[in-house]
């Protein structure tokens, strides 16, 4: 990963950078990212929610950190030497922080058990279906608002500094709410609280940033990032808690492969719908219903979901 970005760095073609930052830090942002994900589960039960959120938060966090200090080296040093700070800096970050990944003991023998092997069953099942289908189609909206809410709000007549303030606020709200909606799923249940974030989400792209007016688009970006960012954390441990902690590690990767597809279908798809270059709010009409209509069908995959679970177990209120 520390490579791709002191990589790209030296680059002068479109390719160099697709290589580069493309290619290289992409497959290495992936083996330091996913490790965590999939080792953390089985450390915890009761907790799990909150535990899943505070790891999560991280890159909120990180994007409300890194973001200015970013500008500031981009500014100060140019662009070059802001990969190259960046490349040393994650470098002399993440490889002491690497050893700390461990698999738990239930997870760390004998490879041919069932932890590691793929149950057809499983993957054919409705709700496996609905929850990778949901992932997809999450992922391929997550990002839609972040890469356009600092341009949205400079129609509004938001400065382009106040528009990349806004990308802070919502990372930052983002990061608190993965850890204050995790401990509340870990009390009222997982799947309860995955339903009414994606509810929320949907919600707040079809009725708050639909309304090009200054106030109800603070709003938009406040309540966006509650309700988007939980989603984030709660899909891996709503995964553990219904397929169980012993094929999590087998499943795992159909559900980052479905979100990684998933963001192919997002942002890019949601620019072609900006028309006149973005100059006015409502540029941006047909590309925020695009990202409301991905949240809805994702509030009905994981609604179809939870509604399997309920019918599964009585119809039991907490799960």
């Known amino acids: 990963m520390s490579l791709g970005l002191i990589s790209a760095s030296f680059a002068h073609e479109i390719w160099h950078f697709s290589l580069s930052q493309g290619v290289l830090f992409g497959i290495g942002g992936s083996m330091v990212y996913l490790p965590p994900i999939v080792h953390a589960p089985p450390y915890f039960t009761a907790h799990r929610g909150i535990a899943m ?7 909120g966090a990180g994007g409300l950190a890194l973001a200015p200090l970013t500008r500031h080296l981009i500014s100060k040093y ?5 990969l190259r700070i960046c490349g040393i800096f994650s470098f002399g970050a993440l490889v002491p922080i690497s050893f700390l990944v461990k698999p738990h003991e239930s997870q760390a023998g004998d490879k041919t058990k069932g932890n590691f092997r793929l149950n057809l069953k499983l993957i054919s099942s409705n709700k496996f279906i609905l929850h ?3 992932a997809f189609l999450q992922s391929a909206g997550y990002l839609i608002p972040g890469y356009f ?3 949205f709000g400079q129609t509004l007549g938001f400065t382009q500094s106040q ?5 802070g606020v919502n990372n930052a709200v983002n990061a608190a709410s993965k850890i204050i909606v995790g401990y509340f799923a870990d009390r009222v249940g997982r799947l309860n609280m995955l339903v009414l974030c994606c509810f929320l989400s949907y919600v707040s792209v079809l009725a708050l940033w639909t309304v090009a007016e200054r106030g109800t688009f603070v709003s938009f970006v406040i309540l966006y990032g509650v309700a988007s960012g939980p989603i984030v954390s709660l899909l891996p441990t709503c995964m ?9 590690q087998a499943t795992t990767w159909f559900l980052y492969f479905s979100r990684g597809v998933g963001t192919f279908l997002g942002s890019p798809i949601a620019g072609l719908f900006i028309v006149n270059n973005g100059v006015a709010a409502r540029d941006y009409q047909n590309a925020i219903i695009y990202n409301g209509m991905l949240f809805v069908l994702t509030f009905f995959c994981f609604l179809g979901m939870r509604l399997i679970e309920a019918h599964k177990s009585g ?3 907490r799960q």
């Open 53 to 59: 959120g505070l790891l999560f938060s991280g890159s």
């Open 315 to 317: 119809w039991k209120i």
């Open 240 to 248: 553990a808690e219904l397929f169980g902690v012993q094929y999590y």
């Open 149 to 151: 809410m600092s341009s």
């Open 163 to 167: 528009g990349a303030i806004f990308i």
């Open 78 to 82: 140019g662009w070059q030497w802001a």
């Open 132 to 134: 990778m289908t949901g």
